[in-house]
């Protein structure tokens, strides 16, 4: 082989190895804390977290009586 061509591809390894050693080390951000307004529902037994339920359940129509309950 051609010593240029393996000067080329001995390059473009030590590129590819830098690339993966900075993709394994590099540090990735932080996602961004939420106000404690915007955290919706969840468990009061655990920390509070941010879920897909933005608005409160909506009121029941009508009455309500064991036997509804039931059903």
Do not use: C, H
């Not at 050693?21 to 529902?41: I, N, R, S, T």
């Amino acid at each position: 082989m051609k010593i240029w061509i393996k000067r080329i591809l001995q390059s473009l390894g030590l590129l590819a190895l830098l690339g993966i050693l900075y993709a394994a080390f590099a540090p990735l951000p932080y996602d961004e804390v939420l106000p404690q307004e915007k955290w919706g529902a969840g468990a009061s037994s655990v920390l509070p977290a941010y879920s897909g339920l933005q608005r409160e359940f909506p009121a029941l129509n009508g009455e309500t009586s064991p036997e509804k309950a039931e059903l």
